[in-house]
């Protein structure tokens, strides 16, 4: 006699005269026999009893009660659990009876919470996204009317996005059926959070405004007109919901000569004022605080006043600052040595300063208030693979997308939390692969959906079609694999992780080129010396993802955690969300550690190294970014930017009694490790600071 096939539900041979059934979001589904059961062995599990014949018999039981009271009529979701509940209770189940009971009356608050965050009752329209993420989609994602009242779900934002972003397949010949099965894919992708777009794409896709890309580099020329003109560039980009890079390194220095009025400069950093003063009014899309990014060469004049601009921990609040760091004046602190000031101007040498000086101020600033940053320009431009087309001079508002005068970006990410095996603690490489693929198709298709401020930053974004697919949900992905982040084998399956990314978006992106044509600056550029043919000029960012990670409920970009609880503060939200490390707590639960005061402790310190009562190699899996050294932090960074071939936004956090030596080693570990940039932060040093420890 063959052995039952464990594969096949028990319930399968069952028979009932029930056919339909009313969710409880109205909709009428087909009864499932199995669904039924489960509930009962729900209801059975969660009162210690794991009894298979039992849940059967029970089964039985309660689907002839259900047949004998419903046999005439369409019966409900509230119908069928009342039998299960009914049922229990008068086969002497009073533990399990009430346990569903209890069960029951929790699904239901839930589904009122739930309801009302984002006001309509169909709990399915809200899809995986957890309350947090509810409440950041009805302040700042989902479409509203003229009088503020949101008119969407999640669901359908999603399915307005996949719509728009899978019609650009019109442009390359697809059937109606094809469009319909890619914005299918794209679809479910993002409704299974696997990956999400940046902010822009979700907001603007498939309305009036369909400016989606989510950052923009404009050029400022030493010209009133250039310098005005970019403003107003800029003015109209923010309006619709990205950010901008500038470089002011073009700009004469303070006191230089004007020839037209017989005048003197104000200089690079009174312009940027004016931008910072120009740009505090608009808020992105209305819904988004101006975010740019100021580039000033340390070679220019106006350097000392640069780095020292944000020291009063008042000024230019819409920016963040980088001093553009060359390779020759690293080689002068190295061997404290003097190095030139150029007058971008005239290109000759003005005067000089001892590079350890200049060095000296940039950490002290950076130490005090997290800024300046830095750009390691010159390996940026080594690394760049359009570099005949020209010099890159600055990077978008955060970072991570070193671009060309005009350029603009698209931007998605990897949510590495849906791509790993619970049970057998690996990662799903097939499944990843599959997404993508499906993720560079979405992003190029983005590119052609995309609406642009002026003609000319269409062209030059069109002529590289430069996209950044990065991850989030990394310090997740560790965790829940037990690899310590500051760790051999955490720098591993991040080589691993991002080699995997890379190879597979090139070879899409080859996929692509192959079906739709070369990017135009294909000719002259790295590609094609390496004879990659490939429709996108750069593939791979890794962003902050602030906002999308909150939404596919994720540890931001690469980041490790921040702490395994915290309060993070919502732009334009007068409330805070308190947040709790999930895996923490089910790995608590796993080990028997798991008491309500031990996660009141740690939701007040944020941290748990200093609870001896965890296991050590607990402790060591749910490492924070305070208790990781800045080799680390470093490493960390330098091994991914080998697979990345635009930049990395990664912050080092350090702890409030870090020193300024500590500030001076990374930011020099970070120079010799090829990485592009770095950006610091030291807790404590702005008293609004986006996350918090804590209860606080």
């Keep these: 006699m063959a052995s039952p096939d464990p594969s096949v539900s028990p319930v399968a041979p069952f028979v009932t005269a029930i056919k339909k059934i009313v969710k409880k979001n109205g909709i009428t589904a087909d009864f499932s026999i199995e669904k039924f059961y489960e509930g009962i062995v729900k209801a059975l599990h969660s009162a210690n009893i794991d009894d298979k014949n039992l849940a059967i ?74 309350d947090q993420a509810l409440k950041v989609l009805e302040r700042r994602y989902l479409l509203k009317d003229k009088d503020g009242s949101v008119i969407e779900t999640p669901k359908q934002m999603l399915q307005r996005v996949a719509k728009n972003i899978a019609s650009a397949d019109r442009y390359y010949k697809s059937s109606k059926e094809d469009i319909e099965k890619t914005t299918k894919e794209f679809y479910e992708m993002m409704a299974a959070l696997q990956f999400l777009p940046n902010s822009p794409t979700l907001m603007n896709a498939g309305t009036k405004v369909q400016q989606l890309s989510a950052c923009f580099v404009l050029p400022i020329e030493d010209t009133m007109q250039g310098i005005f003109g970019s403003l107003k560039d800029a003015a109209l980009i923010h309006q619709r919901g990205s950010g901008t890079g500038f470089s002011f390194s073009r700009l004469r220095p303070k006191g230089d000569s004007v020839k037209d009025n017989m005048g003197v400069a104000s200089g690079s950093v009174d312009f940027l004022r004016v931008y910072d003063s120009a740009l505090e009014a608009i808020k992105q899309g209305g819904v988004r605080k101006g975010a740019n990014m100021a580039v000033l060469r340390v070679d220019h004049p106006d350097i000392i006043r640069f780095i020292e601009a944000k020291r009063d921990k008042q000024s230019l609040k819409n920016f963040n600052i980088s001093v553009g760091i060359t390779d020759r004046f690293m080689k002068a602190v190295e061997a404290d040595k003097d190095y030139y000031l150029t007058n971008p101007r005239t290109g000759k040498h003005v005067g000089k300063l001892r590079a350890r000086d200049v060095f000296s101020i940039i950490t002290q600033n950076a130490w005090k208030t997290g800024d300046p940053g830095l750009v390691f320009i010159d390996e940026i431009n080594r690394k760049h693979p359009a570099k005949n087309l020209g010099d890159i001079e600055t990077t978008n508002q955060c970072g991570e997308a070193p671009l060309l005068p005009y350029e603009g970006c698209v931007l998605g990410s990897i949510n590495l939390n849906k791509f790993v095996n619970q049970e057998k603690k690996e990662v799903k490489w097939d499944d990843l692969a599959k997404t993508i693929i499906t993720a560079v198709h979405f992003l190029d298709n983005t590119i052609d959906m995309n609406t642009y401020p002026k003609k000319i930053i269409e062209e030059t974004t069109k002529m590289t079609r430069k996209f950044g697919l990065g991850l989030m949900g990394f310090a997740d992905l560790l965790a829940t694999l037990r690899i310590k982040y500051d760790s051999e084998q955490g720098l591993e399956m991040a080589d691993q992780v991002m080699s995997f990314i890379r190879q597979k978006a090139y070879d899409a992106s080859e996929q692509l080129a192959a079906k739709r044509g070369a990017c135009p ?39 490790p955690f921040f702490a395994i609880s915290y309060q993070r503060s919502i732009y334009g939200s007068d409330s805070d969300l308190v947040y709790m490390n999930k895996e923490f707590e089910k ?78 080693e990374a930011y020099i570990l970070a120079w010799k490790a090829k990485c592009k940039g770095i950006t610091i932060y030291r807790d404590g040093s702005y008293e609004d600071q986006v996350i918090n420890i804590g209860e606080g």
């Design 57 to 130: 018999e029970l089964t039985k039981k309660a689907l002839t009660k259900l047949e004998q009271q419903f046999k005439d009529s369409l019966i409900s979701a509230e119908d069928a659990a009342s039998i299960i509940e009914r049922t229990l209770m008068e086969e002497a189940q009073i533990k399990a009876a009430k346990a569903y009971i209890l069960y029951r009356h929790k699904k239901h608050e839930e589904r009122q919470r739930r309801a009302f965050i984002v006001g309509h009752k169909d709990i399915e329209e809200n899809l995986l996204f957890t």
């Design 521 to 559: 600056a294909w000719p002259g550029s790295d590609h094609e010396k390496t004879g990659k043919k490939m429709r996108n000029m750069t593939c791979l960012s890794i962003s902050p993802t602030g906002t999308i990670s909150i939404l596919a409920d994720a540890s931001p970009g690469c980041e």
């Design 587 to 664: 790995v608590a639960k796993e080990r028997g550690i798991y008491t309500p005061e031990l996660m009141r402790k740690v939701s007040r310190s944020g941290n748990i190294q200093m609870w001896k009562d965890i296991p050590r190699d607990i402790r060591d899996i749910f490492v924070t970014s305070q208790d990781i050294k800045p080799e680390w932090h470093i490493k960390m960074m330098a091994t991914l930017q080998k697979h990345i071939d635009n930049s990395i936004s990664k912050t080092i956090n350090f702890p409030s009694t870090a020193s300024i030596k500590d500030i001076e």
